[in-house]
């Protein structure tokens, strides 16, 4: 079965520094579909990124950039010039490319931004 | 434009008691989820209903029914809560499963079970 682990339960980063947030994952699947959601305290799951796994580069979102390292299964994602709205739950995410694939979560990493 | 809507969002019974939790969405998308997220354990499924007429059990079903009524609605039941229910629901739905699509999720429902 597919697993996401995240290892940081929290991290705390300086506004406009940049931070990693580190990712990893278990699959035997060649295709597959990977995501960082966040999820301020209002609740609502926002997606920031994705990144398909056939696609060498990646994806970049203004701000928000991951490193894609397919063969050590690793899915980091980077803030860059952090900012207090940034402050948040984060989850990496895992979906199988089968159309009926279910998204696997990890538990989460909680960032806190100090100004 | 509604998105994902689930009610009601906060929600306290007594052990034993039963409700149904409501959601619709209003993007004529085909798949349909409940998932519930504790403290430490990321969101995990339920259930799942890929396409109107079908649903699946996903990760945790125990204790849980679902029901796909329309394109639009997918509700899920507590029959007879109990304090290990206690969480936060949460209903999504995605175009045809997820894909590399994004997935919009409801605003959740605080669940308390005493």
């Known amino acids: 079965a597919q697993t996401v682990t995240q290892s940081q339960p929290e991290m705390s980063v300086q506004e406009a520094e940049t931070v990693t947030l580190s990712c990893t994952y278990d699959?035997?699947?060649?295709?597959?579909?990977l995501f960082w959601y966040k999820q301020p305290p209002s609740r609502q799951m926002i997606l920031v990124i994705r990144?398909?796994?056939?696609?060498?580069q990646n994806a970049t979102e203004n701000r928000f950039s991951v490193n894609f390292q397919k063969a050590a299964k690793s899915f980091s994602l980077k803030i860059s010039d952090s900012q207090l709205g940034d402050a948040a739950m984060y989850f990496c995410?895992?979906?199988?490319?089968?159309?009926?694939?279910?998204?696997?979560f990890g538990k989460g990493t909680k960032l806190s931004v100090k100004p | 434009n509604a998105g994902v809507t689930q009610t009601p969002k906060f929600q306290v019974l007594k052990t034993g008691q039963s409700m149904t939790l409501q959601c619709a969405q209003d993007?004529?998308?085909?798949?349909m989820y409940w998932y519930r997220q504790d403290p430490g354990m990321g969101l995990r499924l339920i259930y799942y209903?890929?396409?109107?007429?079908?649903?699946d059990k996903g990760e945790v079903p125990n204790g849980y029914n679902v029901s796909r009524l329309n394109k639009r609605e997918f509700s899920l039941r507590l029959e007879s809560a109990a304090p290990s229910q206690t969480s936060v629901y949460f209903c999504?739905?995605?175009?045809?499963?997820?894909?590399?699509?994004?997935?919009?999720f409801g605003q959740g429902t605080r669940l308390t079970v005493v």
């Open positions: 999504a739905s995605s175009p045809k499963g997820f894909g590399n699509t994004e997935a919009f």
């Open positions: 699959t035997s699947e060649s295709d597959y579909y």
């Open positions: 990144q398909e796994a056939y696609k060498q």
């Open positions: 995410a895992y979906r199988d490319g089968g159309s009926q694939g279910n998204l696997i």
């Open positions: 993007m004529n998308h085909n798949s």
């Open positions: 209903s890929a396409s109107e007429g079908t649903t």
